[in-house]
């Protein structure tokens, strides 16, 4: 979602904000704009669309000044248009905005009988004339600041810049992220520390409530205020985060080259968990599974979420742990019961999307064991949970989640044979783990001849609608695949259990739906074997993604993909593979935006 970037410099900060904002790119946006200062006037560029249309505008009009203030938006409140495009300013003040602001129509209904003319359809611009006002009442930038701040509700991270202070730049956070980047003559603003890397890699992760003011006098120099506005000190981190852009590695999309990197990400996610001589658990987390009033609760969102519901399989069997699975965005709002007892477990790519957050804050608060799976390594979560485990996936820049997915199954595995150790629920854990430690061989294998995913590909991007079933820890890797079809090729898809297909979803079935089955020679194959039946005599394409070399379905349109042997613990994330394949090759034959789809964002930071 919208990325921030700030400067405050002794040397012109155009050029290099829109760098920043390079980096902020994988976020997801669709309009862009810069603010500078200079001669003592606010000056914006702003362009709808891709970065590309800013930095073309810049090379027409360039734009002097040595603070700044830069931002991608996602569109929230206001279509994404050159006027609802950040930053918002007035003549002493300009804003850019990441998050909420919840009672804005309050604030802003309440600005116009004072006489104010807005400009966007945008709930940051009342931001904008709150401080405003109170610097024309005579206040100090900081005051004027403080007293906005305290009437805004909501979820956000500010960046702030003053026409009469160019020496200055303030930043705010309440709910979305926002780092801070050190350098002895310069000072930086960031969604996060990845957009900064190439200028400084000291960095200070404010915490919630925080605002920083950064001032340009004799050197540089910044105070914290925490949200009681006290001087606060915060820790700096030294990070060593690559500087270089990242790069498709001649890939022609990240996505593709991420889909390609699993078998490399997922042989370092489980080496991390799991000792490769003597098959146990490297899990050295202070948590104990082994209690008799021990319950797992899975809470995530989107892709993490159906990376929890295949869990949710492997807990039960394996560890015999009662294991719920929750979206964070219900979880956090239908007052869960919840005990000591209960080891919550947040699973994220990104580890900043707000209703995950939300959800372990509120777990936390009622005494709950919080463990973060997160693949971002200095993210929210990884901060506000009591433990951590990373997912080790390396930067995913593709919007839709490939390699992190994936990376999440293997911790989420590992973890529940570890508490399956525990509980002493089981006594071949050690011929499990060493089976994980094969997966990333036969993920390469579905990868080594991507040829019949192309041409599947082909035939669906002329398809409207698809149907996925799958069994087991097949049918949330089903619900996964349906997604990221449906992310980046627009067509429509849905995925059910395999047994659920007669309950209802079967009366979709036509010859124009065609169904994707996910079907590995498992316990369940000839239950699934059935199901692929009815649908085939009610005349739907079949497409059979299976292990079983012999496995043949009597229909008008039949396609099998035979895939590597599987095993009910390695099949979830051999038919993963194939089902990104799958969407991937369609969008590509579709010609839509595979890297950044329409709509979408990386990191979710509001509600
Ligand atoms: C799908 C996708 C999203 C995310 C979801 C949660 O391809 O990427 O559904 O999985 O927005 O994001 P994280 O994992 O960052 O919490």
Not at 326 to 341: G, Q
Not at 373 to 379: A, K, Q
Request: glycine share 6%; charged share 20%.
């Amino acid at each position: 979602m919208c990325g921030i970037i700030g400067i405050l410099s002794n040397t012109l900060v155009a050029e290099r904000l829109i760098d920043g904002l390079s980096r902020l790119e994988y976020r997801g946006y669709d309009s862009a704009g810069v603010a500078t200062i200079y001669e003592n006037t606010i000056t914006k560029r702003r362009a709808e669309g891709k970065l590309q249309s800013l930095k073309d505008l810049l090379q027409q009009k360039p734009l002097p000044g040595t603070v700044g203030i830069g931002h991608t938006r996602w569109a929230t409140h206001g279509s994404p248009t050159h006027q609802n495009a950040h930053p918002h300013a007035t003549d002493r003040v300009a804003v850019v905005h990441n998050g909420i602001i919840e009672n804005y129509q309050l604030l802003k209904d309440g600005l116009i009988k004072d006489g104010v003319i807005f400009k966007s359809e945008t709930d940051t611009e009342v931001v904008v004339h709150l401080i405003d006002q109170a610097l024309q009442a005579g206040k100090s930038p900081d005051i004027a600041v403080k007293e906005t701040l305290s009437k805004l509700h909501g979820a956000f991270a500010l960046a702030i810049i003053f026409k009469e202070h160019s020496d200055m730049l303030m930043g705010a956070r309440r709910g979305s992220p926002l780092v801070l980047g050190i350098c002895d003559d310069e000072l930086f603003l960031g969604s996060d520390a990845w957009a900064l890397a190439p200028w400084t890699q000291k960095i200070c992760y404010l915490e919630e409530g925080d605002v920083v003011v950064m001032k340009r006098d004799n050197g540089f120099a910044y105070t914290i205020f925490n949200e009681a506005w006290q001087p606060i000190n915060r820790l700096v981190k030294h990070l060593n985060l690559a500087t270089g852009a990242a790069s498709k590695g001649g890939y022609s999309h990240f996505m593709l080259k991420e889909i390609f990197e699993q078998s490399q990400t997922l042989s370092d996610t489980f080496l991390s968990l799991i000792d490769e001589e003597t098959h146990t658990s490297r899990i050295n987390l202070p948590i104990d599974f082994s209690g008799e009033h021990v319950r797992i609760r899975l809470i995530a969102c989107g892709s993490s979420y159906y990376a929890s519901l295949t869990a949710k399989y492997w807990f039960e069997k394996y560890a015999q742990v009662l294991c719920e699975v929750d979206l964070a965005s219900e979880f956090r709002y239908r007052d869960p019961v919840l005990s000591k007892h209960d080891i919550c477990v947040f699973v994220s790519q990104s580890g900043e999307t707000s209703d995950t957050l939300a959800a372990l804050n509120l777990a936390k608060s009622k005494g709950c064991i919080t463990l973060a799976i997160v693949n971002v390594p200095e993210s929210s979560m990884t901060r506000a949970a009591d433990h951590h485990i990373l997912t080790l996936a390396g930067p995913e820049i593709g919007v839709a989640s490939t390699k992190a997915f994936s990376a999440q199954l293997a911790v989420l595995c590992a973890l529940a044979l570890h508490a399956a150790a525990q509980r002493k629920s089981m006594d071949t854990i050690s011929t499990h783990l060493r089976e994980l430690l094969h997966v990333p061989k036969l993920v390469a294998q579905v990868l080594q001849d991507v040829s019949l995913f192309d041409e599947l590909g082909l035939r669906l991007s002329q398809t409207r609608d698809v149907l996925f079933i799958g069994r087991g820890t097949n049918y949330p890797i089903a619900l996964e695949g349906a997604l990221k079809l449906k992310e980046i090729s627009y067509i429509h898809a849905e995925a059910y259990a395999a047994g659920e297909l007669k309950h209802g979803p079967i009366a979709l079935v036509d010859k124009l739906t065609p169904l994707i089955a996910i079907a590995p020679n498992d316990g369940w194959f000839e239950k699934t074997s059935s199901n692929i039946q009815e649908v085939a005599t009610r005349g739907a394409p079949i497409i059979v993604l299976t292990d079983d070399p012999m496995f043949t379905v009597n229909c008008l349109e039949f396609r099998k993909i035979l895939l590597p042997k599987s095993t009910p613990l390695s099949a979830c994330f051999i038919y993963t593979a194939a089902v990104q394949c799958i969407a991937y090759y369609t969008a590509l034959h579709k010609g839509t935006d595979v890297d950044q789809p329409r709509n979408l964002a990386k990191s979710v930071t509001v509600e």
